[in-house]
């Protein structure tokens, strides 16, 4: 399988699953026009789509693939069914398309139903984890949100993390105003301005890389933790997340 992400909108990108025969799996198709190009242009076969959440810019373009390839399978959570979903999916289950395995798991937070797939190396997490930082909170609460990147943290170093959004560069400069010491974090937003000034996407990232630079997933980090305890003494990591994902709210 190769993996190729599809720019769409402003900073979203539209990720695909292509075999040696050219059929695709396609995750998140927010826009039509893209991924209608992309196929065109390098003749693929959509065999099926996965869906994340609900937002529009996640499913805007499901309408558009199903009346092109009728019949074409969409999964997704049960906050997907007026979005074009044909089968829905939810904690537990699993998918098989093209040979492939792909593991689901809920991952609430940025919205109730948010879902994730897994199929090793690839997880498609949409806007549960981005490189550096973590979907708002829309629905969920900051304990839902903590809970989901546990799951995510849980899976294998290197895990390739496919997320839906070049935020990278925003979610570095936060991290760097809170840590502004941590060596890790420095480089990487060095790296990272260095690439968006080429106009070069951040994405995909390893999961072994985004536990060094990813506050949102260092909670249990004593840097961290010291940093918090010159303003507030939390003593859970649900609660340090929460104040950290109200600080990036607030960050300019």
Known sequence: MNL???????????WVLVDDDRRCIIVDPGESTPILDAINENGWQPEAILLTHH?????????????????????????TQNKGTTQV?????????????????????????HLCFYS??????????????????????????????????????DTVICCAHEYTLGNMKFAASILPEDRAIQDYYQKVKELRAKNQKTLPVILKNERQINLFLRTNDVDLINKINQETNLQ?????????????????
């Open 4 to 14: 190729i992400s599809i720019s769409a909108f402003q900073d979203n990108y539209i």
């Open 120 to 157: 090793k190396p690839y997880l498609f997490c949409g806007d549960t984890l981005f490189s550096g930082g973590c979907g708002r909170l829309f629905e969920g609460t900051p304990e839902q949100m903590y809970q989901s990147l546990q799951k995510i943290n849980a899976l294998p170093a």
């Open 55 to 79: 937002h529009s810019d996640h499913v805007g373009g499901v309408p558009d693939l199903l009346a092109q390839y009728p019949g074409l399978a969409v999964y997704g959570p049960a906050e």
């Open 236 to 252: 859970q990591p649900e609660a340090r997340f929460a104040w950290l994902r109200s600080k990036k709210d607030n960050f300019r």
């Open 89 to 113: 999916v939810s904690e537990g289950e699993s998918v098989q398309i093209l040979g492939w395995e792909f593991s689901v798991f809920a991952t609430p937070g940025h919205t109730s139903g």
